[in-house]
């Protein structure tokens, strides 16, 4: 091929990549635009917020975030990270030992009891909600973090084995084997040997785990009124929307989903693996 | 790279991985035990909260009781069954779910590949237009949803009507004239990225020798998308919609926050309904009858949905 015929198809190709990449932007920030505009408004003053039109430049200001948690959200923040972590912990005191009786040390069954633990995950509320309502009722658990820590773990617990499961399948057959042939006990062999192996995997369960608890909605709202209530509770006493406090709004709305935004977008390989519960590396 | 390789253990498994099977019966059955074991706490507590609840639900639907009455509760027979299935508004709310869920499913899905085949050609700034996209999966959906109704959908001081006056659109209520339409256009927001991630990594595993040797042998970006991409892609396109649609048959959040399952109906579906029954009625009675009734529309979907999730994660490494 000669330089003179290379030249315009290397012209072409760049073009085409131009193209692409512009519209690939163009969609990209239509998609993150809400976010972001989100963020925009928790740095307007009350005024801009809500002004008609509304408002593209203006000099940003901290006063709404500042008020924001200087004032009466902290608490929802703290209930939040309480029902997340206690949830999270649980989810892994518990899914650990039982990932490895369905992937290193099989029981019989294994495939049964893999499903029917994803079809509790994805059985409605209502099968369980009101019995759970009245006896949290009962034991006065209702507008308790406890009550939502047992709960998150429930809703949590089917994905965390299934990831957990998917990644001992992957360890070297022959580790475990070693370990197995120098005589030791099923304890140690998860204690010293699976668990410092699976650390990406604890931390793919730590992240959905972070993902579903913090941003659940549907128990918090029904089984929390005041004392435990999470940070989408905050949230909903700006619903009323007479139009007054959109800054404000914006500002709880882009702190209450910092963590989660966060966390995601710096463990993006993670986030596919465990959403797909493994099946998508 | 994408590889779907979650497979159930085959006896192989089973028999390689397992201590060597000693002789005697009280053996064998002493290393079944111990195995089981470790499974126990995790199994007992799923029992605990999901199965046994269950069964309450199955016996308070049953019952004649409101916790806002004074008496005590007593055996009502089928009659809040009967009361549900009369009154429409299970119809109703049935109809709302499937609208929601199969329209969200469907749209997403499709933008979701769209934006997937688009993020994976030769473009600028790949990896930043990918963690851009994932925000809205991220961001904490009852946030997301008071801010679509309040700064960008709003009739006043809604942004996109303020973007949309230059063609004459300015003055849409969008949330009050198309309540599901505003519905699912917040839910296909949240549940493209979602999909495009999934997509998008079975992309980025297809092998591209393939596409190579097909492009030599002069096949179209047309025919090589229909015959090579599209069936390679077909299992993570079906496990991006099976896992969506379980989750927005359950939403609940984004109606909450934006029309309280209003105007009148137009946004009620079962979730919503069961919590209005059971946390503004407090009819324990009537809300567990809907529970049983939800439960068992759910099961006749999820026998079809777990066989195709059962394919789905057979499907070995394809390369």
Known sequence: MSVVAARPRSRGLLLSKVGWSALAWLISIAFFFPVLWMALEGLKTEPQAASIPPTILFVPTLAQFSEVLSRDFPPYLINSAMATFGSTLLVLILGLPAAYALSIRPVKRSRDVLFFLISTRFLPFAASLVPLYILARNLHLLDNIFALVIIYT?????????LLRSFMLELPHELVEAARVDGASMRHELIRIV??????????????????????????????????????????????????????????ATLASLPVLLAGWFAQKQLIRGLTMGAVK | MARMTIRPPTDAALASGGVRVRPGASAARWDSWLRRLPLLPALIYVILVTQIPFVLTLFYSLQDWNLLRPEPARFAGLQNYTAVMSDPSIRIAIWNTIVLTVC???????????????????????????????????????AAALMWKDTLLNPLTGLVNYVLKPIGLGNMDWINQFPMASIVGIEVWRWTPFMMLIVLAGLQSQNQEVLEAARVDGARPAQMFRYITLPFIRPFVELGALLGSLFIVQSFDVIFMTTQGGPGQATTNLPFLLYLVAFQGFDIGKASAIGVIAVILTMIVATFALRTLFTIFHVEARR
Request: proline letters at 6%; hydrophobic letters at 60%.
């Open chain 1, 154 to 162: 429930t809703i949590n617990l089917p994905l965390g084995i299934w």
């Open chain 1, 195 to 252: 668990l410092p192996l699976i650390t990406p995997g604890i931390a793919a369960t730590s992240l959905i785990c972070l993902i579903f608890a913090w941003n659940e909605f549907f128990y918090a709202v029904n089984f929390t009124s005041s004392v435990a209530a999470t940070s989408p509770i905050f949230l909903v006493g700006f619903i009323s929307g007479r139009g007054l406090f959109y800054a404000k709004l914006a500002a709880a």
């Open chain 2, 104 to 142: 969200a499913v469907a749209i997403s899905v499709v933008f979701g590949i769209g934006i997937a085949l688009l993020l994976n050609r030769e473009i600028f700034g790949k990896g930043l237009l990918r963690t851009l996209m994932i925000g809205p999966f991220l961001v904490m959906p009852t």
